[in-house]
């Protein structure tokens, strides 16, 4: 039983750890020498070895993946609060719903941010620069599964003392 | 000794300094006040505020200009006026029939409306006050900028979409919890009646008196379609019987 509870735990902050990053670290796009993500636009300075970093555009499909990967964040902390709540308050046998609606939901806000990414990713830049996806990219889509797995198992899970 | 009147000197010309600089800065008396930067769309209008501060009562003789200098242009053109109560309009030039005057000196304000806007408004509007004798102060320029659409400002959809899916979400928990709460309570009454009916017929059955059934027939047959309320008259009737059994 413990070690099921610390499993679920470490799932937890495991998908919290991707989420963050995805969210914080600038690699969504990159090429040799450029390289993009939700917040700032950096390139490579030519003479020097210095990144040079502006604000990403203000495009509204670029700010609503940000608001949909910060409430991402926000849904998966508030479940893992809640399944602590729970932990302590639930009746014995009782099921943590509440805890797994809100891991999905966090789950299913990272998948849309993501898709919307990929899908408009081509509207705040030009086509031609050869970009590929970096790895906070990959890290937001594999955030997603680990979310919904842990999101089901929540609901799934019953109480025991 | 000596440093020691030295300091006191220098305290006393530090003072005079202040009184001076206290006394004096009110003799640039009247300052106005614009918006540094406006942004307008084409076709739509713009407020050009201006207020102003002055020492002096606010006189008859005060006036009010506007003046205009047009994007990558030296010249500055006069285009509003205002003197002796009276607004002066410009009807010659390019803010023809396009500027309408909403200030009222008496509350220190100059404002003016420009309706209509085209790209050729884009420039910097200064607005200049004297209240004779008050005519010493600065100058308070806006730059107008005019867009196709005004873009949107950066965070107002990041803000926006957090907001909505935040405030959804709780609605929906609420909304979820209300009904859970009605449910259980509506359970408990149902759940309680149950039991009481219970009690009364295993009552009943236990007495068998046929003396007393036919009233309790009869609040089934009066009530037939509301059959929660026969059921209650019946538990009552049943519980009332056990009492007077009782007895």
Known sequence: MLLLLLGIIVLHVSVLVLLFVSTIVSQWLTSGVRVTDLWQNCTLGSLSDVFHCAQSSPNEWLQSVQALMILSIIFSVLSLFLFFCQLFTLTKGGRFYLTGIFQILAGLCVMSGAAIFTVRQSDWHQPSENLSFGFSYILAWVALPLALLSGVIYVILRKRE | MGSQGSSGRESVFLLAVLVSTMVLTPTLAIHVYTDREIHGTVGSKVTLSCTFWSREWISDDISITWHFQPEYSRDSISIFHYAKGQPYIDNVGTFKERIEWIGDPSWKDGSIVIHNLEYTDNGTFTCDVKNPP????????????????????????????????????????????????????????????????????????????????????????????????????????????SRKDRK
């Open chain 2, 134 to 241: 008050d005519i010493v102060g600065k100058t308070s320029q806006v730059v107008l900028y005019v867009f196709e659409n005004v873009p949107v400002r950066y965070g107002v959809v990041l803000a926006a979409v957090i907001g909505g899916v935040l405030g959804l979400v709780l609605v929906i928990l609420v909304i979820a919890y209300l009904i859970r709460y009605c449910w259980l309570r509506r359970q408990a009454t149902l759940q309680r009646r149950l039991s009481a009916m219970e009690k009364g017929k295993l009552r009943l059955g236990r007495d068998s008196s046929k003396r007393r059934q036919p009233p309790v027939l009869y609040a089934m047959l009066d009530h037939s379609r509301l059959t929660k309320s026969a059921s209650e008259k019946k538990s009552k009737g049943g519980l009332g019987d």
